[in-house]
C-alpha cells in the first residue's frame, strides 16, 4: 500500500522530479510545492503520513523551524529531511526539531523509498554512520568557528570577562570593585573597555549580548564565585 506524502522543497525542479518518481513506485504525494516559508502551513493543512521536507542549509540557525511547527501542529505526521551532505550537528539539529530521519538529496530513489517507509514505521530514517555522529554531537558539542559567543570571549581578557559577568548579574561600580579587589576607577575602566569590544552602548546591551550568543554559559565558572556583602 503506498505512502500520502508531501514534497516540499525551495527547487521545485527537484520536488516535482521526486514527486512524480514517488507516483510511478504507487505512492499518493498530496502536492509538490517549492516555497519553503509556507511550507509548514502546507503540510499542516493537508496532514500526510510523511513529509519530505528540502533545506539547503541545515547547519544554519531556523532551519528546521518548519519542522518544529508540523510536528507540534501535526506530531502524527513523520518528518525527514532532504538535503545535501550535512553535518553531524546538522542531523542533531534535524533530529532535535522532531525530524524522523534525513535524507541526502543525490539518495536513490531506492534509498529515498525506504526512509519513507521507516519513518511511516515510527522509526529513525538516517544512515548509521550519520546517525553515530549526530549522537556525537548532541553528547559533546563542539565550539564552531563561527560560533558568536566564542569568538566575543576570545575578545576579552580573563579580568574582562568577570567584569561582564558581574554587570549580568546587576553589580554597580562599587560592588564590581569590591568584589575583584580594585579601585572604582579601574572597575569603570574595565566596564568600559568591555562595552567597546562587545560593540554596544550599555550595561544592559552587554549582558543582553551576553546572554543571547551563550557567553555567559562559557563563563559558567565564574558566576558561582562568592560574593562580597556590602
Known amino acids: 500500500m503506498g505512502v500520502r506524502l508531501m514534497v516540499v522543497d525551495d527547487h521545485r525542479l527537484l520536488a516535482e522530479a521526486l514527486a512524480s518518481a514517488l507516483k510511478l513506485r504507487g505512492h499518493r504525494v498530496l502536492a509538490a510545492a517549492a516555497p519553503a516559508a509556507g511550507a509548514a502551513d502546507l503540510v499542516i493543512a493537508r496532514a500526510p503520513e510523511v513529509c519530505l521536507l528540502g533545506t539547503a542549509a541545515p547547519a544554519e540557525p531556523g532551519a528546521f523551524d518548519p519542522v518544529v511547527k508540523i510536528k507540534r501542529e501535526r506530531p502524527q505526521v513523520a518528518v525527514l529531511v532532504l538535503g545535501p ?35 511511516r514505521a515510527g522509526e529513525a530514517a538516517v544512515a548509521p554512520q550519520l546517525l553515530q555522529g549526530a549522537f556525537g554531537e548532541l553528547l559533546n558539542p563542539a565550539a564552531q568557528p563561527d560560533d558568536e559567543g566564542q569568538r566575543l570571549l576570545q575578545m576579552l581578557t580573563p579580568r574582562e570577562v568577570e567584569v561582564l559577568v558581574r554587570v549580568a548579574d546587576g553589580e554597580d561600580t562599587r560592588l564590581i570593585a569590591a568584589g575583584m579587589g580594585i ?21 544592559l546591551e552587554a549582558a543582553a549580548l551576553a546572554a543571547r550568543t551563550g557567553l555567559l554559559d562559557r563563563a559558567g565558572p565564574l558566576r558561582d564565585a562568592p560574593r562580597p556583602e556590602l
Open 183 to 203: 579601585a572604582p576607577s579601574t572597575a569603570r575602566t574595565h566596564v568600559q573597555r568591555v562595552l567597546m569590544k562587545l560593540g554596544v552602548g550599555s550595561r
Open 85 to 119: 551532505v550535512p553535518s553531524p550537528r546538522g542531523i542533531a539539529a534535524a533530529f532535535a526539531s522532531g525530524a524522523s530521519g534525513y535524507v541526502r538529496h543525490d539518495e536513490r530513489i531506492e534509498g529515498v523509498e525506504r526512509a519513507i517507509m521507516k519513518a
